[in-house]
T-cell receptor, first 112, second 117 residues
Framework: GQQVMQIPQYQHVQEGEDFTTYCNSSTTLSNIQWYKQRPGGHPVFLIQLVKSGEVKKQKRLTFQFGEAKKNSSLHITATQTTDVGTYFCAGPFGSNTGKLIFGQGTTLQVKP | GAVVSQHPSRVICKSGTSVKIECRSL??????MFWYRQFPKQSLMLMAT?????????EQGVEKDKFLINHASLTLSTLTVTSAHPEDSSFYIC?????????????FGSGTRLTVV
């Protein structure tokens, strides 16, 4: 069945270091979404990528969608303690169902 | 922006009892709501999709008689965990899409942490 794999599962960085999480889908995706979940919280939508090779930036966060629309990455430059949380990628599941299939998530810990 | 309110945020119940979780869209009409469960340090697993006025569709392996979903109005969906057992303890989260909501991204409720003792 359709799968979305995300690595690494955990990442510990020193504040100021960069961080990247990678997402790979077993199928071509029409779009990919990224969510952030703070400890004890709920997922919050960050961004959606639609076009092949698309790159979007949100301040220190850079999101990329692969040319084949099967992989994506989130890169954070100069991490801060406020970046702590779990980052999930998610892609559409099925055809026009509105459902999302989530990656396993990457939990980021930032040491001050 | 779109807001989804979920209650209760935490509930502790005795084994064998039922628990109802509510999810309300506050400023838009949620034609579709999705219910997820999340175990500690794991990802979100889709349980079911509910469409206003029709029966919910459940994902493979989810017992529809145990997890009752009702979506009677465009602003309210409920999930009832019937005859709860300790293995049902989890974090349950709803998300919604619908009219008036940006097509980019889904809005999640704040989640309900269920503990069955």
């Amino acid at each position: 069945g359709q799968q979305v794999m995300q690595i690494p599962q955990y990442q510990h960085v020193q504040e100021g270091e960069d961080f990247t999480t990678y997402c790979n889908s077993s199928t071509t995706l029409s779009n990919i979404q990224w969510y952030k979940q703070r400890p004890g919280g709920h997922p919050v939508f960050l961004i959606q990528l639609v076009k092949s090779g698309e790159v979007k930036k949100q301040k220190r966060l850079t999101f990329q969608f692969g040319e084949a629309k099967k992989n994506s990455s989130l890169h954070i430059t100069a991490t801060q303690t406020t970046d702590v949380g779990t980052y999930f990628c998610a892609g559409p599941f099925g055809s026009n169902t509105g459902k999302l299939i989530f990656g396993q998530g990457t939990t980021l810990q930032v040491k001050p | 922006g779109a807001v989804v309110s979920q209650h209760p945020s935490r509930v502790i119940c005795k084994s064998g009892t039922s628990v109802k979780i509510e999810c309300r869209s506050l400023d838009f009409q949620a034609t579709t709501m999705f219910w997820y469960r999340q175990f500690p340090k794991q990802s979100l697993m889709l349980m079911a999709t509910s469409n206003e006025g029709s029966k919910a569709t459940y994902e493979q392996g989810v017992e529809k008689d145990k997890f009752l979903i009702n979506h009677a109005s465009l602003t309210l969906s409920t999930l009832t965990v019937t005859s709860a057992h300790p293995e049902d303890s989890s974090f349950y989260i709803c998300s919604a899409s619908g009219q008036g909501v940006s097509n980019y991204g889904y809005t999640f409720g704040s989640g309900t942490r269920l503990t069955v003792v």
